[in-house]
């Protein structure tokens, strides 16, 4: 058995099932919060900004291409 699912047994026995439920969702909340943590460290400054980077120059290159047809355009 995993820490998490012996200690909320441990409490469920000793305190009352509320009180091993309540342990259960506290113990779920601080795993998920350091998978969180190392989900986020894993995307890194490089990687955001390399993304925001990268979404500028397509932004730009669309709004360039736009201004070139609109100046072509015999109707403008």
């Given amino acids: 058995k995993a820490a998490a699912e012996v ?3 441990l409490v469920d026995h000793r305190c009352g099932h509320d009180a091993g439920v309540v342990t259960k969702n506290a113990l779920d909340t601080v795993g998920n919060t350091g998978e969180a943590v ?3 460290r894993g995307l890194g400054l490089t ?3 390399k993304r925001t980077a990268k979404s500028t120059a397509k932004e730009l290159v669309a709004t360039s291409d736009n201004s070139k ?3 072509n355009d015999p109707k403008s």
């Fill in 47 to 49: 990687s955001i900004a």
């Fill in 69 to 71: 047809e609109a100046e």
């Fill in 7 to 9: 200690t909320t047994d």
């Fill in 38 to 40: 190392v989900a986020m």
